[in-house]
Each structure stands twice: as structure tokens, then as C-alpha cells.
């Protein structure tokens, strides 16, 4: 019992302590639910499928003269996202119906500015705004009976180069200024949610 007493009491004096150096950059990963809400796709199609999937970020964040302190800090990443549907879609209701599936993976690269909401404290909340440029793939497959009842097959691919805009919203942990962990939310030509972990250096 006082063995994990005087563990106790030394753990909350090694975490009141300041840290040892200023770290100037730190990486990491994000891995985050990504797609698009039903109530957005509600204003474009009558009926649709569910898009969703995943998006995994590999990230090098920059800081100011107080490191993970500091009230502003920048975000360079990486990101590759997957969304996928499958089921009954038609832009109008007296549209044809199509039932089919489709994919859209983006790879993007992006600068983004944070702006940290009481950066001293251990945990705090951020916002943010960064632009980029990302890749997109993009194919869908469907399937319509004609006038005659005949089954017609229908696919659709395109690849291009889109403009990447990037609103993040969070709340990140700092652990001594070495590690960061963060649960953020945003829109990165799609929306995410999901969390992050740093290392500082």
C-alpha cells in the first residue's frame, strides 16, 4: 500500500514538472470514419446509398517558441481516403432507378494552420483552416431495366485533380510536451471524425 502510494505521489510530481527542451516538430498518424451525411446527399438525390468509409493521415506538425504550447502550430499531411455505397439511387423521383455501387478514393496532401484555445493547459480544445490539393478516383457500376425489360448495365470512371479545402475542429491532450494525443472532427472534401497520436522531437 505505501509502495503505490509514494508511486502515486512521484507520477503527479513528474507530471507538474516542466518539460526538459522545447520541441519544435513533431508526426504522427490519424485514422478517422469518413463520407458524406444523408441529410447533404438528401438535397442532390432522391434516393441514394450511404457513403461512408475511412480516411488514414500521416502528419508533421510544426510549432512556435513554446513548442506544444504555443498558440499557433502547423499541420503538413498526407491523407488517403476511401468511401464506397452500394444500393438504389436516382437523382428525381421520376428518374429511372438504378440499383449499383461506387468508390471514391482521394489522396490529398494539405497545409493546415491550428489555433490552439488555451494552449497551456494539458488538454485544451483547437480550430483550424488549411488548403491543399488532392487525387481523385471515382467509380460506379449500375444496373436499369429498359421499357422493353431488358437488364442494362452502366459504369462510370474518371480520375482528376480537385482543390482540397480543410476545416478541423478538436481537443488534443498534451502529455509533457512529448506526446500529443487529439479527437478531432472536420471537413476535408468530406467529413471526418476519428483521433490522433504525436511524438514531438
Known sequence: MKIRSILALLLIMTAGLPAAETYRFGTGVRISS???????????FFEHPQLAGAAFSFELQSFG????????????????????????????????RFFGSGEITQVSATATILMHL???????????????????????????QDELGTTIRDSFQEKLFVPVGHIPIGVMANIRDKFLVRAEAGFKNGFYFGGGVAVNF
Open 34 to 44: 469518413f463520407g458524406v451525411p444523408n441529410a447533404l446527399l438528401d438535397l442532390a
Open 118 to 144: 488555451f494552449p497551456s493547459s494539458p488538454i485544451h480544445p483547437y480550430i483550424g483552416a488549411g488548403i491543399g490539393i488532392g487525387h481523385l478516383s471515382i467509380w460506379a457500376e449500375g444496373v436499369y
Open 65 to 96: 517558441d513554446k513548442g506544444p504550447r504555443s498558440v499557433f502550430s502547423g499541420i503538413y499531411s498526407l491523407e488517403y481516403s476511401r468511401i464506397t455505397g452500394e444500393g438504389h439511387y436516382r437523382i428525381e423521383r421520376e428518374d429511372r
